[in-house]
């Protein structure tokens, strides 16, 4: 069991009261998962690697507000794991700068699982 | 090495000092006839949109760095089932560029191995458009 627990695994946390459209989310947490992926190719390498290697896990859970996607935010960044805020370029659909959607990972399971363990999935 | 890499690679354009001329963007083709929720296509386009970056950095960096620096463009359209998507990744092979599959790990809603996801680019706006400009958009 600690094996899987130690199994890097990467999270998106999307704000499900913007209300946005099945492919607009998608942009935004493929946002998220690539700065996630290159920011952390730069500090955790082998980590990046194993992630990939296992299947490059990735959940899609849902936050009511900004202000629980801004709490998570700073929880992560206090546990030293890789996170990345992803901010609308405002094209369509939402005003320019909303934060959208929070990545954190890849990092092991249960780093994250202890953040967003009362979030459901999106 | 099948076939159709074979001849993708013996044919496409050489990755080096070949530089797109205008803005770059990435096409995610999602599987619409698997009734995928929200959040399972937002994982699997993560998905394609991991595996494309780094399939550009590996094949055509210089893409790669010009839509990173552009802010990288995504967009998301629906593609009927898997045998469209195929068939458009061969399209787009034969025009010089870069694609990417998802088959899903099958750990939630939808049977293992199922084609999720077809990634294009990143790749010049107007190329890109050729291929799926008459698809609508997700």
């Not at chain 1, 999270?11 to 947490?29: E, I, N, P, T």
């Amino acid at each position: 069991m600690s094996s899987m627990a130690e199994e890097p695994s990467m999270v998106l946390v999307a704000r499900k009261d913007l209300k946005m459209s099945a492919g607009k989310l998608a942009v935004q947490c493929s946002h998220a998962a690539v700065t996630c992926t290159l920011n952390a190719k730069k500090t955790h390498a082998r980590l990046v690697e194993r992630w990939s290697k296992a299947g490059a896990r990735k959940i899609c859970l849902r936050a009511d507000d900004l202000e629980t996607i801004q709490r998570l935010a700073g929880q992560a960044q206090a546990a030293g794991l890789v996170t990345t805020l992803v901010k609308d370029a405002g094209h369509t659909e939402l005003p320019p700068g909303t934060i959208t959607v929070l990545g954190i990972g890849p990092s092991p399971r249960r780093s994250i699982d202890a953040l967003v363990s009362e979030l459901k999935p999106y | 090495m099948g076939l159709r890499s074979f001849l993708h690679k013996i044919t496409a354009p050489q990755p080096s000092g070949f530089a797109p001329s205008g803005d770059c963007k990435m096409i995610f083709v999602v599987n619409h006839g698997l009734k995928m929720g929200k959040g399972k296509i937002a994982a699997q386009v993560g998905h394609g949109a991991v595996l494309a970056t780094m399939n550009a950095g590996e094949h055509k960096p210089r893409f790669l760095e010009k839509w990173l620096a552009s802010g990288q463009k995504k967009v998301c359209v629906k593609g009927r089932d898997a045998e469209h998507l195929l068939d458009l990744q061969v399209l787009a092979e034969s025009s010089g560029i870069l694609t990417t599959l998802v088959r899903d790990a099958g750990h939630t809603q939808i049977p293992s191995g199922s084609l999720t996801v077809l990634a294009l680019g990143p790749s010049a706006d107007g190329d890109i458009d050729k291929i799926t400009g008459e698809l609508k958009l997700l």
